[in-house]
């Protein structure tokens, strides 16, 4: 698939790839926000086959945006913003290497702006410990199962999404209010 000449990709792994998504598909400029599998060395693999952990691969969103409209900048202040980037494969009650935190970037331009942006957080002390995220060079990138995307907008009304995505989509909204739809 060509991408028109604006638009580009960006895969984060932030734990749980249904929160992650419910909050990207939200900001202007965002064309689409797949989840899925990065990082791991089983081809295909399943859900049930990265939550065992053994298969090396990154709950993620493989996200297109058009840089016209929003910056490889902007998501990951967005990224950084949504997750706790200071824990070691664990966000929240979820825990494993499937839910490390993680940027796959695609190009050189994207590993420059991640260690910039990591560098910035680190020396700013905001946050309550050093910034874990692991930074990749993107290999494969694996589309989840269908019944995984659009979670939260199918399933509101789960408990999980009441409990966890929820108020996760209230603190974004009202932090980055100017960028949202």
């Given at each position: 698939?060509?991408?028109?000449?604006?638009?580009?990709t960006?895969?984060?792994?932030?734990?749980?790839?249904?929160?992650t998504?419910?909050v990207f598909l939200?900001?202007i400029?965002v064309?689409s926000?797949?989840?899925?599998?990065?990082g791991g060395h089983?081809?295909?693999?399943t859900?049930?086959?990265v939550c065992s952990g053994t298969?090396?691969h990154?709950?993620v969103?493989k996200?297109?945006?058009?840089?016209?409209?929003v910056s490889?900048?902007?998501?990951?202040?967005?990224f950084?913003?949504?997750h706790?980037p200071?824990t070691?494969?664990?966000?929240?009650a979820?825990?494993?290497?499937?839910?490390?935190?993680?940027?796959?970037y695609a190009n050189?331009?994207?590993?420059?702006?991640?260690e910039?942006?990591?560098?910035?957080?680190d020396?700013?002390?905001?946050?309550?410990?050093?910034v874990?995220?692991?930074l990749?060079?993107?290999?494969?990138?694996?589309?989840?199962?269908d019944?995984?995307?659009d979670?939260y907008?199918?399933?509101?009304?789960?408990?999980y999404?009441?409990i966890?995505?929820?108020?996760k989509l209230?603190?974004?909204?009202?932090?980055?209010a100017?960028?949202?739809?």
């Amino acid at each position: 698939m060509t991408l028109k000449p604006d638009l580009e990709t960006a895969v984060f792994g932030g734990g749980c790839f249904w929160c992650t998504e419910a909050v990207f598909l939200e900001i202007i400029g965002v064309e689409s926000v797949v989840s899925g599998y990065s990082g791991g060395h089983t081809e295909n693999p399943t859900y049930h086959q990265v939550c065992s952990g053994t298969t090396g691969h990154a709950e993620v969103v493989k996200i297109t945006f058009d840089t016209a409209a929003v910056s490889y900048r902007d998501l990951m202040d967005v990224f950084f913003a949504t997750h706790d980037p200071t824990t070691l494969n664990r966000q929240g009650a979820d825990r494993g290497t499937q839910y490390r935190s993680v940027i796959f970037y695609a190009n050189d331009d994207q590993r420059q702006a991640a260690e910039e942006t990591i560098k910035e957080l680190d020396e700013s002390g905001e946050l309550p410990g050093p910034v874990v995220t692991q930074l990749e060079p993107l290999g494969g990138f694996y589309e989840a199962e269908d019944y995984h995307q659009d979670f939260y907008k199918n399933n509101q009304y789960n408990p999980y999404c009441q409990i966890v995505i929820t108020p996760k989509l209230s603190k974004f909204r009202s932090k980055f209010a100017v960028q949202l739809r």
